[in-house]
Structure formats: structure tokens, C-alpha cells
């Protein structure tokens, strides 16, 4: 006799925002999964589908009402969650048909409605299926030779622009026994490139006074510094060690103590810090340490230390209150700090911000003006720091392989150790041989630089 499966429920995502979103999105989908459900690539394949949101900026919570009302228009039925689940009755007046609206990192409550709006489909063969712990990882949506780790959740600041701890709550620190072992199970099977990511990683653990954690038979502290040596000391399938990239650091004196794990090769030469201006007056009006000149002192000894050290941070140009004096304040402190890589946005009230009632509102025109001069100062760091990188061979992790051109050569794109996937620049290589694949990291010889990205190939023995 054969017994006919049933066919299991197919769950359509859409995963909007910064990384961190990115994964909550492959915890959910794991869930799901591990419950007999499915995962559609489109639309018309879906039961349901979910939208997980971003509601950081107005702009981000635009473009997330506008990705709910397109999957109401394809689908009809829909499920949102994320960061603007937390404004329940917005998305409700705009789409009342939603199935269901959760917050940020609600993994239960998502999975629930799921369950509502479509049952799944198990038998006694399918039942089987074991369930996925809250803290292992299955489903990636980035690909498989980089991932991200996220260390923690929430934050204790109050700066004045954000509403991070509104949406996502003080800072909760993971296990960090549960952190190095999803980490170790990623390396392991294939990833090559780790990214640490939180919205405060240089507090992780502060929340649980650094408690320490066994972990193969020796204690770890629930710390950035002794998470990063324990990462750095992770080995793939081949013995390779991975990268280690750091996002979201503020710069509190305890990340001193990151740089000599950096100039050891345990840990990626690469800080992501949210310095977000420079001038005391706005700094303080943001509720942000104004400390820039020990910062300069501490980015010289930095560099000292690990001279190939990649430094990349964010500004917002026109707060409240940002006058003419305090914009040029921070593009003299920018060429004195010689940043690798710079990101800027033009200031934007965000609903339940204390910025919002602030004095001095800098009108847009101005804000355009300063946005465009301070990507011009930062274009212009970026050319002369790239360009000193020419003649160099720097190893280089494959993101992706072209197709043959008309000659039949093959070229590829990967990153260098400074530069992060989706927001750093990128190395292109040419003619390539077959052995090299996405996930590869291969010694690449600099030959030319623009404003953002570097160019070569991979060097013949003797030009190594």
C-alpha cells in the first residue's frame, strides 16, 4: 500500500532592515521549518507570508507599509512582524486585513500566528521532525560562506535620534556558551566569515554582570573581549581560521583590548563604531560621549598597534541644532581621523524621538548641502587610503564567480578584511582560474583603486 504525504504549507518571507533583522528572519523560518513547513520563493507558492519590518526611521517604516500592502495586493494573506510591530494599530488602519501584527524578536508569537493562519500539515511520518532550539541556527538567507552572529538584543542608551530601546527593549545579553556554540556549528559547516553583530556589542554582558560560561571544559566570561578570542580560536573543516568582523562597537576603553587580538590574527583588523559626529555641542545634544579628541589619541594607538586596522563608523549631518561651526568641526575631525570607510545620513525625525522637539531645525537644503560635502571629504579619504594599497597582495574572500566573457575569461568580486558585505566596498578580480569558488579566500595583488573598491588579480608566485 503507499501512503500519500500531504503536501506541507509553504510560508512566503520578505525581511526588511538592518542584519539584525536579517536574523531574526532565519530564526522564524527555522521554526517554521522544523514545525513541516516549507519556504516559497514567490508570492503565488504561499500560504502566508511574512513581513518582517523596520521601523527605525519614517522613511524605513514607509518602505515597510509599502512591503505589507504589496504582499496584501500579490498574496492577501499576510503576517507582520519586526521593529514596527510595535505600532500594532498604524499598520491596522492602513491594512486591516493583516492576519496578525507582532513586535520585534517575538519568535513564539510569530510562530503562533503561523500556526493560526495556516495549521501545518503533520502525520505520523512527518511528526518526526525534530524541533529547532531557540538558539541553534538552520535556515540562512545570506550565503553560506558568511554569517551573522547576533550576541544580544536591545540597549541601554538613550540617544536622542534613536528609538532602538523603545522597539527592541535594555540590552539582553545571549549565553555566550549558546553564542560560540552556534558559531562553532556555522564554521563547521562551511561559513567562512563571521559577523558579530548587537545593537551595543561593547556592552554584551554588562546586563548579566560578564558571568562566566563553560565552554569545552574551560570558563569564557560573558564579555566582547573573551567572546572574540574565543572566536578567533574556532577552526573550519580544513583548520582555517574564520574571520571575525565586529559591528556596532562603541568605543568604551575595554575595546582596547580588542586591537592586540586583531594584530595576533585571531580577530578580523576591523572596527565598525557609531561615532555619529564630532563636534561636543551636537554630540551632546544627542545624548552621545564627547570625547572625540581621546578618540583621535586612541585611533593613532590603535593603528600602532595594528597598522592594517579598518575603521568604519556613521554621521548624521543636520541635528537640531548643528550649526555651520559645529558641520566643519566634524569634517577637520574626519581628515584628522583618516576613517576607512564613512556612511552619512541626513538627519530625520522618527516618531517617539527625543530629537523631534529639539530647537533649531536645520532646513533640508542645508542638510543636502552638508550630506554632499561630507561624502565628498570622505570620498576623497577613501581614494587616497585605497590607492596606498596598490602593489599589495591582500587576502581576499570570494562573494561571488561571473560568467566567461567573450575571450572566455572569468572574473569575480570578493571583499578585503576592511571592507563588510553590503555596506563596505569590494575587491574585483579578473581572469580567475576554475578552482575558485564563493567562500574562497585567496591572495589577491592590488592594481588599481577607485574612490571605493580595489582591482586586481591573483598574483603568479613570483610577484607574491
Known amino acids: 500500500m503507499t501512503i500519500e504525504l500531504p503536501s506541507p504549507r509553504k510560508v512566503g518571507m520578505v525581511s526588511l532592515g ?34 518582517n519590518t523596520c521601523g527605525f526611521l519614517d522613511s524605513a517604516k514607509e518602505e515597510s507599509l509599502a512591503a505589507i500592502g504589496e504582499a496584501i495586493a500579490e498574496n492577501g494573506r499576510v503576517i507582520v512582524t519586526g521593529c514596527m510591530g510595535n505600532e500594532a494599530e498604524v499598520i491596522r488602519a492602513r491594512f486591516p486585513e493583516v492576519l496578525a501584527v507582532t513586535g520585534a524578536h517575538q519568535y513564539e508569537a510569530v510562530v503562533e500566528a503561523v500556526h493560526q493562519a495556516a495549521p501545518p500539515e503533520l502525520g505520523p511520518y512527518l511528526d518526526l521532525i525534530p524541533q529547532a532550539a531557540a538558539d541553534e ?139 555619529q559626529h564630532a563636534a561636543p555641542n551636537v554630540l551632546r545634544a544627542m545624548k552621545r560621549p564627547a570625547n572625540e579628541a581621546k578618540v583621535l589619541e586612541r585611533l593613532r594607538k590603535w593603528r600602532e598597534i595594528c597598522p592594517d586596522i ?8 543636520g541635528f537640531p541644532g548643528e550649526t555651520e561651526a559645529d558641520f566643519q568641526y566634524l569634517l577637520d575631525w574626519l581628515e584628522e581621523a583618516q576613517l576607512d570607510r564613512v556612511g552619512a545620513f541626513r538627519f530625520e525625525p522618527v516618531e517617539g524621538a527625543a530629537a523631534n522637539t529639539m530647537p533649531g531645525v536645520v532646513p533640508d537644503e542645508v542638510k543636502e548641502e552638508r550630506y554632499a560635502r561630507i561624502m565628498e571629504k570622505t570620498a576623497a579619504i ?51 582560474g576554475p578552482e575558485i569558488a564563493p567562500g574562497a579566500i585567496v591572495d589577491v595583488l592590488i592594481e588599481d583603486a577607485d574612490a571605493h573598491d580595489l582591482y586586481g588579480s591573483i598574483p603568479t608566485m613570483g610577484e607574491r
Open 310 to 317: 579598518a575603521i568604519r563608523s556613521s554621521f548624521v549631518v
Open 18 to 51: 538592518c542584519p539584525k533583522a536579517l536574523v531574526d528572519s532565519e530564526r522564524i523560518l527555522t521554526r517554521l521549518r522544523a514545525d513541516g513547513y516549507s519556504m516559497s520563493a514567490d508570492y503565488d507558492g504561499a500560504d502566508v507570508v511574512l513581513v
Open 137 to 275: 541556527r538552520g535556515i540562512k538567507l545570506t550565503p553560506r560562506h558568511y554569517s551573522y552572529l547576533k550576541i544580544s538584543e536591545g540597549c541601554n542608551h538613550a540617544c536622542a535620534f534613536c528609538i532602538i530601546p523603545q522597539l527592541r527593549g535594555k540590552l539582553a545579553s545571549r549565553r555566550v556558551d549558546a553564542v560560540l556554540r552556534e558559531a562553532e556549528k556555522l564554521v563547521a559547516s562551511g561559513t567562512r566569515e563571521l559577523l558579530v553583530i548587537s545593537q551595543d556589542t561593547s556592552a554584551y554582558g554588562v546586563d548579566v554582570g560578564y558571568e562566566p560560561r563553560d565552554f569545552h571544559g574551560h570558563s569564557v566570561r560573558t564579555h566582547m573581549t573573551d567572546l572574540a578570542r574565543e572566536l578567533g580560536g574556532l577552526r573550519g573543516p580544513d583548520g582555517t581560521r574564520p574571520w571575525v568582523r565586529l559591528h556596532y562597537v562603541y568605543p568604551y576603553p575595554h575595546v582596547d583590548a580588542v586591537i592586540p587580538l586583531m594584530a595576533e590574527g585571531l580577530v578580523t583588523p576591523y572596527l565598525d563604531i557609531p561615532f
Open 382 to 432: 577613501s581614494a587616497a587610503k585605497l590607492a596606498a594599497k596598490i602593489g599589495r597582495v591582500l587576502p581576499v574572500i570570494i562573494d561571488e564567480v561571473g560568467e566567461p566573457d567573450e575571450d572566455g575569461d572569468v572574473g569575480a568580486t570578493g571583499r578585503s578584511q576592511a571592507d563588510a558585505p553590503e555596506i563596505d566596498g569590494a575587491v574585483h578580480l579578473r581572469q580567475v
